[in-house]
């Protein structure tokens, strides 16, 4: 079972990035994606969840709401996470996750992909 995160990047405040998820060894369809960021001196942020095909929801932490959108396709087994209008404060390094249910815990999660780094700077 692997995840490999990318995407990341340097990006101006407003612009916009997506990253991806990979999933390997596993059918993704039935395991939720949690997407997490953690700053410099930060404790690690639950940001967006896709749960399993089956269930259809989303979960967005208030702070990207209307920003971020989080979607999949499981017939390439890659989860996407779609940044909009990024600000300063979303710089980070952002992982991503996964297990059956969707959550924003970190600690929900056994399963976690390598991090991609984020910066949004002029």
């Known amino acids: 079972v692997q995840l490999q995160a990318s995407g990341g990047g340097l990006v101006q405040p407003g612009g916009s990035l997506t990253l991806s998820c990979a999933a390997s060894?596993?059918?993704?369809?039935?395991?939720?994606i949690g997407w997490f960021r953690q700053a410099p001196g930060k404790e690690r942020e639950g940001v967006s969840c896709?749960?399993?095909?089956?269930?259809?929801?989303?979960l967005y932490v208030d702070s990207v709401k209307g920003r971020f959108t989080i979607s999949r396709d499981d017939a390439k087994n890659i989860v996407y996470l779609q940044m909009n209008s990024l600000k300063p404060e979303d710089t980070a390094v952002y992982y991503c996750a996964t297990r059956p249910s969707c959550s924003l815990l970190s600690g929900d999660y056994p399963v976690w992909g390598q991090g991609t780094q984020v910066t949004v700077s002029s």
């Open positions: 060894g596993f059918t993704l369809e039935y395991y939720a």
């Open positions: 896709s749960s399993t095909r089956a269930d259809g929801r989303t």
